[in-house]
């Protein structure tokens, strides 16, 4: 007898080999190959080359020494580098923080920024323990836009007064104020009018370089305006003022007891508050467009928010500034063909040596070029654009973007986004709360048929439809096509139901339960079980008296004469035809 071959099953089974060296799945570039070795140390030099003006020129927006931005540009290479979270996002000090920073130190002193910082980093690890770091991804696009904006308004105008060498004023409305007088000022100096000149010339770099051919535009455009402005800067009868730059070593300093203590004053806690709130999701936000540029390993929220802790903590100690992940350098990795950590880690080595081996080199920096630089990153910040593409796109948030802009640059930038969050929340709230509604009346019967979501921010135009209803006497109510019905809106249909059946009127209720087979009222033909439910506002409960004029089913409402349905009264057919969209339903 022949044996019959057994059918082959078909198996499919995904095995994931691994190096023995390196872990890391076939076809993975680690920093041991070759090939990306070499990427990332070009790519490294690309990013120091374009975080170098950026350190000293955010540094000089802050109002502090520009070896405390070299400091903090070092910490987010060496160290933020090497801890989990992204592996393609660079950290350092941060446009969008130079304004609050310069707002901090005024009012707190220099020597409180260490402080600050150090609370700022402690804050982050918390929230990163607490894995919260995903709840930034909460948060609406709108209040994004609107907080970047708020942030880029500001610092432009603070900037333009260092274009030409003169001391902004403080806050963004004071600055706009004293525009014209600044612009007279200048007018009337030479030196002035010089700054303005090749500040000027750098903010139209920075937007042109771009379109430069293509061996040109690979050098960063701050670079080269740092690079030709330190050339003009030199020339005879160019009167500039000038970075002053010491000694790395001497800008740290380890904060002590006494500003330890100044963290128990309220107002800096506040700027703690501040500070972890928008270092936070500029880093969050950050990680996510930086995650949309390749096709590597994606960002891990809550490690990553811990990683900056680390180094925010550390800077701290340090005296330095905030630090945060920065799209322009994150993004100039990336497209440097960055593979690895390694490219961010020896950022911060060149960054490091520079500021060891060649801080001469910058005291031949006009501060003018570094505020047309910092205007051109606010005017990236601002990107007037935006809101008319929000308004075409969505007239509710792009209303909520233009609030959190100008709630930031009138107050602050915490109570500008809180604004702006309230906002969004409330255009969310009244979004799903809408509800339409139809009623049909033909002498004294009625019909009502909802459908939406019926919560308290309804309530007045639910009082008014129920209020249009009074005094019939059959009123029939379908609300079964309603989504969600809040306790205050269920309040106000019941006790308006149990009000007209204590003038005599015939009233059947049918609440969104109905719909669900919970708690449905009973129909007269449907036989009476000592089990049955029987809901307080239904026209047959067992204790209700009986009246020949009620209306018979939920599905029926009588005519005044008694001789069969409303022509109009359909009830949950009605109902569906609502809510599909065939029946007209004016919005409430």
């Known amino acids: 007898m022949a044996r019959h071959a057994r059918p082959a099953r ?6 994931i080999r691994t190096s023995a060296r390196t872990g890391a799945p076939p076809g993975t570039r680690t920093p041991a190959e070759p090939g990306t070795l070499v990427t990332d140390v070009v790519a490294s030099l690309v990013v120091f080359l374009v975080a170098l003006p950026l350190c000293i020129g955010v540094a000089a927006a802050s109002g502090v020494p520009v070896e405390l931005g070299i400091v903090s540009g070092i910490i987010g290479g060496l160290v933020v580098g090497f801890l989990p979270g992204s592996s393609l996002q660079v950290s350092g000090p941060a446009a969008g923080l130079a304004a609050l920073v310069l707002e901090a130190v005024g009012a707190h002193g220099l020597a409180m920024l260490g402080p600050i910082v150090l609370a700022t980093g402690v804050l982050q690890i918390v929230l990163g323990v607490l894995r919260m770091g995903r709840f930034f991804q909460a948060i609406s696009v709108s209040v994004v836009g609107g907080m970047l904006a708020g942030i880029g308004l500001p610092l432009m105008l ?68 740092v690079a030709l402005g330190a ?70 929220y809550n490690p990553e928010l811990l990683s900056q802790g680390v180094g925010n903590t550390l800077a701290g100690l340090a005296g330095a500034l905030p630090l945060t992940a920065v799209i322009a350098r994150s993004s100039a990795n990336v497209q440097a063909g960055a593979r690895t950590k390694l490219s961010r880690i020896l950022h911060g080595g060149w960054l490091l040596g520079f500021g060891l081996l060649l801080p001469g080199v910058l005291g031949l920096v006009p501060v003018c070029v570094l505020a047309g630089i910092l205007v051109h990153s606010g005017w990236k910040l601002l990107d007037p654009g935006q809101f008319p593409r929000m ?198």
């Open 10 to 15: 078909s198996r499919t089974r995904t095995r």
């Open 158 to 225: 603070g900037q333009t007064y260092a274009l030409v060498d003169s001391a902004q004023r403080g806050s963004a409305l004071k600055n706009a104020a004293g525009l014209p007088d600044l612009l007279s000022r200048t007018l009337a100096s030479q030196a002035a009018t010089q700054a303005l000149l090749l500040g000027g010339a750098t903010v139209v770099l920075c937007f042109v370089w771009k379109k430069a051919p293509a061996p040109l535009s690979k050098v960063p455009a701050p670079l080269v305006a």
């Open 231 to 300: 050339a003009v800067a030199s020339l005879p009868g160019v009167q500039v003022k000038k970075v002053v730059f010491g000694s790395l070593g001497d800008a740290v300093r380890l904060p002590g007891a006494e500003q330890l203590a100044g963290l128990a004053d309220p107002a800096v806690l506040g700027v703690v508050v501040t500070f972890t709130v928008i270092a936070s999701a500029e880093s969050l936000f950050s990680a996510a467009a930086v995650d949309r540029m390749h096709t590597g390993p994606r960002t891990r």
């Open 391 to 588: 308004w075409r796109k969505d007239r509710g948030e792009g209303v909520v973007m233009a609030v959190t802009t100008v709630a930031i640059v009138v107050a602050n930038l915490l109570e500008g986004v809180l604004v702006g969050l309230a906002v969004a929340v409330l255009l969310a709230a009244v979004r799903m709360s809408r509800l339409t509604a139809e009623t049909t009346v033909e002498g004294d019967s009625a019909l009502l048929v909802m459908s939406g979501n019926a919560t308290f921010l309804r309530l007045p135009q639910l009082t008014a439809t129920l209020e249009s209803l009074a005094g019939r006497e059959r009123v029939q109510m379908d609300l079964t096509g309603v989504t969600h019905l809040d306790l205050a809106s269920r309040a106000e249909v019941e006790e308006w139901a149990e009000r007209q059946r204590e003038r005599g009127a015939a009233v059947e209720l049918l609440l969104p339960e109905a719909a669900q087979g919970r708690d449905a009222p009973l129909r007269p033909d449907a036989p009476l079980r000592p089990d049955a439910p029987h809901r307080r506002d239904s026209p047959h409960r067992r204790d209700a008296p009986h009246r020949p004029d009620a209306p018979h089913g939920p599905d029926a409402l009588l005519r005044p004469d008694g001789e069969g349905r409303h022509p109009y009264a359909t009830g949950a057919a009605h109902a569906e035809q609502v809510r599909s969209g065939t029946a007209p339903s004016p919005r409430m």
